[in-house]
């Protein structure tokens, strides 16, 4: 988890290393930093995902820095897609082996009432 603008951020080492990266190349001692194009940009919730991105109006700052929010918000949101998606996976094969043991013991069971009928016609009819 990592801060940007005072608020928490989910970000990746690839992702906070470019961060810092535009940070740095749009830093004009003393004058600008960096960081501060970043301001009043984005929403994010306790977990540090980014909810909206808001177009800069009253501020300055750079497509650069605009299309970087919204490629960390996609990512963010496709990271939470796909964990979704593994969870929902390894459910599903979990809930597939339990029915094929089910089949197989409903399966070994209708085989021996099978049997069971056959002895029982058999000793009703001789024959």
């Known amino acids: 988890m990592r801060i940007i603008d ?6 990746n080492n ?3 290393s ?16 960096g960081e501060d194009l ?3 940009l984005f929403e994010s919730d306790d977990n540090g995902i980014i909810l909206f991105v808001r177009p800069p109006r009253t501020k300055f700052t750079s497509m650069e820095i605009y299309l970087f929010l919204i490629s960390v918000m996609n ?4 990271r939470i897609m ?8 390894r459910e599903t094969k979990d809930n597939i082996a ?12 209708a085989k021996q009432l ?11 009819d001789p024959q």
């Open 82 to 89: 796909e964990s979704t998606v593994a969870a929902l996976v």
């Open 18 to 33: 470019l961060y810092q990266e535009i940070c740095k190349a749009y830093t004009q001692e003393p004058y600008r930093k």
């Open 6 to 11: 005072n608020k928490k951020i989910d970000l």
């Open 98 to 109: 339990m029915i094929a043991e089910s089949a197989s013991e409903i399966l070994t069971e």
């Open 75 to 78: 990512n963010q949101h496709i």
């Open 38 to 40: 970043f301001q009043d």
């Open 114 to 124: 099978v049997s069971k009928l056959k002895a029982v016609e058999i000793a009703k």
């Open 14 to 16: 690839d992702e906070w």
